[in-house]
């Protein structure tokens, strides 16, 4: 595949849609064809299931079997033609936010993600972002942001123990795999994370 796959993770609250948008123009500026989607969601099937996990009640294998579902359905139509067409594809989360979310806040059992991961990503290589931003929150902040934020989906609404149990998944999947991410404070200004996210895709060599 001749694309450039780049992933943004983080907390409810971290900030990623801002820096999306400004690495998207970054990206176009140079002439790139850029396609930016999100999980849980990116396909009509994959924004339905979304619809469900962000709102009904389910045990967490339910959740992580109808995100790896949506998954699996966004990279056999979105990701995967989108690299092979030599595209961008800047991803509102991927697999690590599984990991993160229904790993770490959910506590399911992680070699089963393991196992859906390699299921669903696999083939003769397991499919990855080259780099991963992830927009490193303290919970506490992240709770300050979404009190003033829409009305909360069921994720949002989760206390602050549950955001730290994310927030420690997030770390244990940056330890099994650093050279992949960048990991960029969020808890400054603006200006601040956006010249490191430029800084990061810079170092990977997407961007002159």
């Not at 989108?82 to 959910?106: H, I, M, N, P």
């Amino acid at each position: 595949m001749n694309g450039n796959f780049v992933s943004f993770e983080g907390i409810d609250g971290a900030g990623k849609s801002t820096h999306i948008e400004g690495l998207r123009s970054a990206f176009a500026a140079q002439g790139r064809v850029v396609t930016v989607t999100r999980e849980p969601g990116g396909t009509e099937l994959a924004e339905s299931l979304r619809t469900l996990v962000l709102n009904e009640a389910m045990d967490a294998m339910t959740e992580a079997l109808l995100v790896f579902a949506a998954r699996r359905d966004h990279i056999v139509r979105v990701i995967r033609p989108a690299l092979e067409r030599g595209e961008v594809v800047l991803c509102d989360r991927f697999s690590d936010a599984t990991f993160a979310y229904q790993g770490g806040g959910r506590g399911f059992d992680w070699s089963i993600l393991s196992v859906l991961e390699q299921w669903v990503q696999g083939g003769e290589l397991l499919l990855q972002p080259q780099l991963t931003i992830w927009f490193d929150l303290p919970p506490a902040v992240a709770a300050v942001r979404l009190a003033s934020a829409r009305v909360p989906d069921r994720f949002e609404a989760q206390p602050q123990a549950f955001f730290e149990q994310v927030a420690a998944g997030y770390l244990r999947r940056f330890g099994a795999d650093s050279a992949r991410f960048a990991r960029i404070q969020a808890d400054q200004p603006p200006a601040a994370v956006w010249a490191e996210v430029l800084a990061a895709v810079r170092e990977k060599g997407l961007l002159p």
